[in-house]
């Protein structure tokens, strides 16, 4: 889960980098294409991985394709064996996910109104916590696994995304015509405690449900 997040995390690193300079290079239209075609090269990627993943069933040992049993499949009732712990996983994931992302998405304004940094600086300083995301997410997953206290490690988290958001609503507005590096302080702890939520989440989910349900619990965490 820790690569999974860092490699995601990339991605909006690079987009904050690179399709701003595009459409300020061109036009609207040009920056849009170039989203298509990474969303094309995904395509492609995911028709690959279709053909992968049938070879791997004719390469089993006992020549037959894997299938699911009836016990296996999703039934509606699966839902009633969700027990409160997982509930509360949910609900802590909602009102983090909609404090974190917001203030990361709306920054790049603040960067240019508050701060007088221009559009391309701004879209690139607003990925700070993405970029720390995908350096450390790996390492956090690593050592949660081996020290466990899960449920600690999310309530620190917290504790860092509340003093981030505090922090940026007080801090004072720039003095003078240059930019000023004052919102890198919350950018940065704000890439702390997300990385550290969102190494622990994750990787929480399979404890509180059971094996079979395991895939349903995390279309329902994500989609919520």
């Not at 997040?5 to 920056?31: D, K, Q, Y």
């Not at 690959?48 to 509606?76: E, I, R, Y």
């Not at 790996?138 to 949660?144: A, E, Q, R, S």
Request: aromatic share 12%; hydrophobic share 45%.
């Amino acid at each position: 889960m820790g690569l999974n997040l860092s490699v995601a995390r990339l991605g909006s690193v690079i987009n904050g980098i690179v399709v701003p300079r595009v459409f300020t290079a061109t036009n609207l239209g040009t920056a849009l294409m170039v989203g298509a075609i990474i969303c094309g090269g995904s395509a492609v990627a995911a028709v690959f991985l279709v053909l992968l993943d049938k070879k791997a069933d004719k390469m089993d040992p006992n020549g037959k394709s894997a299938k699911l049993s009836d016990d296996d499949k999703f039934k509606c009732s699966d839902l009633l064996t969700f027990r409160v712990p997982f509930w509360f996983l949910v609900l802590s994931c909602l009102v983090t996910y909609m404090s974190v992302f917001p203030y990361v998405q709306t920054v790049g304004g603040l960067l240019q109104n508050k701060y007088h940094f221009d559009e391309n600086t701004s879209a690139t300083l607003f990925g700070i916590p993405f970029i720390i995301s995908a350096c450390i997410c790996p390492f956090l997953g690593f050592g949660i696994d081996k020290i466990g206290r899960r449920v600690v490690f999310i309530m620190f988290s917290s504790v860092i995304l509340i003093a981030t958001f505090v922090t940026s609503m007080l801090l004072p507005d720039c003095p003078t015509e240059e930019p000023c590096y004052y919102e890198v302080l919350p950018l940065v702890m704000c890439g702390i405690g997300y990385s550290i939520y969102a190494s622990v989440i994750w990787g929480s989910i399979p404890y509180t449900v059971e094996p079979r349900t395991v895939g349903t619990a995390y279309g329902i965490c994500t989609a919520i």
